[in-house]
């Protein structure tokens, strides 16, 4: 009997040792001298292509902010609105740095950092549409990129609503400026951006979800590296970085951020 309870302690110890090795994705991170960070290219300003095909965006600059703050490579890799918790949970990313919001659902799955851009979702049409809430839907047809919060907030609240359900923001976003779709439900500086790009289509705001603060994200046990990007968050916004990147990018200054 102390034969096989000496094995399941041991068992149990060398559990409990490789846990800890995996746990620790900070300590990786700077052990490899990489950093994998999951971005959009998808959702200007935030993340999209310049004519040379170069990733450019508040995103990107922000992921090769962190990795120079890390002292490490930057890795990145290009995800959508439905992958980005995929991504992390099948450890294909350390960190999203995706315009991501923080809903409870998510926050079961994965771990979010403070915010570091202020931003709201809304639903977004031609002045003509007599719609201003989830309610006055009716038909209707409203882009949504799936797996976002804005698309999982609509379905919530007009689970009767005709959303088209998009593969990523861009492709919302072409649906609705190509007449494909009535409305399109989208972050507010996205459709922004949007809306300087495409002068000839109405993009007035017919009601907004909620006010969406964007998240970095990471694996749900990685309390270490989540810290070390809130202290990142924290000196970026002492230092005016992160001042500069909403000046930037989203042309208006960084106001005061909720904490979590």
């Known amino acids: 009997m102390r034969k096989l309870f000496a094995g399941l302690a041991a068992m149990a110890i060398a559990a409990f ?38 990733p450019i965006g508040f995103d990107i600059e922000f992921a090769e902010m962190v990795a120079k703050g890390l002292g490490v490579k ?81 379905t919530e609240a007009a689970p009767k609503a005709n959303v088209m359900r998009t593969e990523d923001d861009a492709t919302a976003a072409a649906a609705y400026i190509t007449g494909q779709a ?25 009601f907004t979800i909620r006010r969406s603060p964007a998240h970095m994200g990471v694996q749900m046990d990685q309390h270490n590296l989540v810290r070390w990007l809130d202290g990142f968050i924290f000196f970026n916004s002492l230092n005016g970085e992160l001042d500069r990147l909403h000046k930037k990018y989203l042309d208006m200054p960084m106001d005061p951020l909720p904490t979590l």
Do not use: C, H, W
Request: glycine share 6%.
């Open 17 to 54: 040792g490789a846990a800890e090795a995996r746990a620790d994705k900070l300590q990786d991170i700077l052990s490899k001298g990489v950093v994998r960070i999951g971005v959009p290219l998808d959702a200007p300003p935030f993340g999209s292509q310049d004519a040379n095909r170069k």
């Open 74 to 154: 930057l890795e990145m890799q290009q995800i959508t609105g439905a992958n980005r918790i995929p991504f992390l949970l099948t450890d294909k990313v350390d960190i999203v740095i995706s315009v991501m919001g923080l809903s409870p659902e998510r926050a079961r799955q994965i771990q979010f950092t403070a915010p570091y851009a202020n931003t709201f979702l809304a639903v977004y049409g031609p002045k003509s549409s007599t719609v201003n809430s989830a309610a006055t839907l009716g038909s209707a047809r409203i882009a949504a990129a799936k797996g976002t919060t804005q698309e999982l907030a609509i």
């Open 182 to 206: 009535d409305l399109l439900a989208t972050n507010s500086i996205v459709a922004q951006a949007l809306a300087k790009q495409n002068p000839n289509k109405e993009f007035e705001r017919k």
